[in-house]
């Protein structure tokens, strides 16, 4: 972000470095020996291992300091019978600039403060959580929520900030524990304080609660028990349970969900999402949480309200990616929305390849994986077949016909096909939507669509946007899934190449690029013999090598380095007009999507990038306007375009006439 965005550090005489490096010395001393950022330094190998040896001594004396000034403050209370507050928040909150001076308010209470790092390694949080554990800072959050609910002396404030991602997931766990042991939750969101006066009151209430708490002298022991029952999905279920798969993207998923229920299993996929989805979402599932995980899960709650469905014989199956993101936790949220609802019974299906969750009655299997890459595939096609004809069709409705008869088709062939089929399929794909005739005379601005991979493939989610691209007289271009996928399969050869871990996961990485771009061979051929001009399918390498300069491919975290790649891609294929859509609370997808917007046009004049935020809350009208405007600037850049072309052409007209005459 401040690479691409401070115009200072442009000047030469500012040397910025920032390069991704691994935190253990062996590797660390490794990394900097390689990078040519450090070449000038001339360090030794001997004076690098040494540094970053007393380095990590110190970062652990550092820990120590805090942990025994922790254990000083509790001897302190106990001495003085007084009572303390654990102000939890992420490190940069200690800040009094950031928190208001909330420490010194909650002190000039009579109130002891500590904060959660001091006090975390005398506990550990029960497992399994319903959450997934993502970061250090929320392993030592849980284990102080922990402690301060064994405690009577002790209650926890936690500090957040407004559109900190996956805050959404820990202030939820971490009321849970503290609700465990019948203790106050209170969060403060440290960037809507505008005086300290609302924060003495919230703290006066929770010092109330801890009063009255204390004068029922309870004769039961709260019992702290918050760890999760997950119901498991087994092989007996498997037998007759229908799973319901949400809709993530429409064309992708109905053929996913028929590779899937291929291969044994009653499988449905949930296809309707209206504002009452939206408001089951809401009800079940934390404001602060993403649009995706507010629509999938109101996806499922509504279908198991709807009475459709006997509880006792459904299941549910939700992606998990094992990454950064929130999306990691999605199964958390769903969790927690059936127990609020009152579906404990229903089991959830990690569908991931990370090795996360596991059930005995569903399984990836090689086949199931091989008929899962094909249904993408199919989907990349007909996706590209559907938006290039439509948008320039003759007879209106002949695209939609012959997308509706290969769908259909496609839903046999990744059930049942041998490689040969499949093979020639593609070609028979093309050819059919090749014989659809076009009228390309007048031309259309060609708008890409990049970003959160929900929102950019759900009609709901982006609220129609393709239907008002093309409405607003646009050709519009979606990113192939598949190219979605090759990036996850990266990471483990990122991580390698970055942090020098993760060499065995790196090379089975490889050979699955490897595959899937055997997979898609036969579509490149058959694209590239085609006369409408479609984009091919990414080159993974290629992309990545394209974004070097503007982030560094460390930024995994969402849609990571990808998204920006995309945007890359696009421009270089004559696609300049991109809207690049996120939820509101995605975070990375600002870093990595807004944040980058402005080197991509200092370095591709001709971009057209419009990001648009998608949300319950957000302005439709807004949305609107903005896709309006990048729409009024791509067609006045079109007109420019052409009317520069019909000049050069007249001009050289012009000279050939007078060649002729000589």
Known sequence: ????NIEELNDTSIKFLNPFLPFDAKNLTKRILELKEFAEYNFTKKELIDAATKAEAEYQKCREDIHNKGKEALEYMEKNNLKGIVLAGRPYHIDPEINHGIDT???SLGLCVLTEDSIANLAEAKRPLRVVDQWMFHARLYASAEFVGKH?????IQLNSFGCGVDAVTTDQVEEILSSFEKMYTLIKIDEVNNLGAVRIRIRSLLASMEKRLA???NDTPNGNYAVNKVPFSKEMRKNYTILVPQMAPIHFELITKAVASCGYNVELLKECTPKTVETGLKYVNNDACYPS???TGQMIEALESGKYDLNRTALIMSQTGGGCRATNYIAFLRKALKDAGFEQVPVISFNIVGMEKNEGFKLTIPMFEKLIRAVVYGDLLQKMLTKNRAYEVNIGETQKTFDYWMNKCKELVCSTNTKQFKQSIYDIVNDFEKIELNT???KPRVGIVGEVLIKY????????VNLLEKEGAEVILPDFMGFIKFMATHKITFNNLLKINKTSSKISKIAINLIDIFEKDLK???????KGYLPPCNIWELEEKVSDILSIGNQTGEGWFLTAEMIEYIENDIPNIVCVQPFACLPNHVVGKGVIKTIRNKFPEANITPVDYDPGASEANQTNRIKLLMTVAKDNLKIQENSKKKIIEENNVENTKLVHK
């Not at 009577?152 to 926890?156: K, R, S």
């Open 1 to 4: 972000m401040l690479k691409n």
């Open 105 to 107: 308010l909650i002190t």
């Open 152 to 156: 009577d002396n002790l209650e926890l």
């Open 216 to 218: 029922r002298k309870l």
């Open 294 to 296: 507010i629509l999938t």
């Open 441 to 443: 005379s007048i031309k």
């Open 458 to 465: 759900h009609p709901f989610g982006n609220n129609f946007v």
């Open 525 to 531: 051929i058959a694209l590239s013999n085609s006369k």
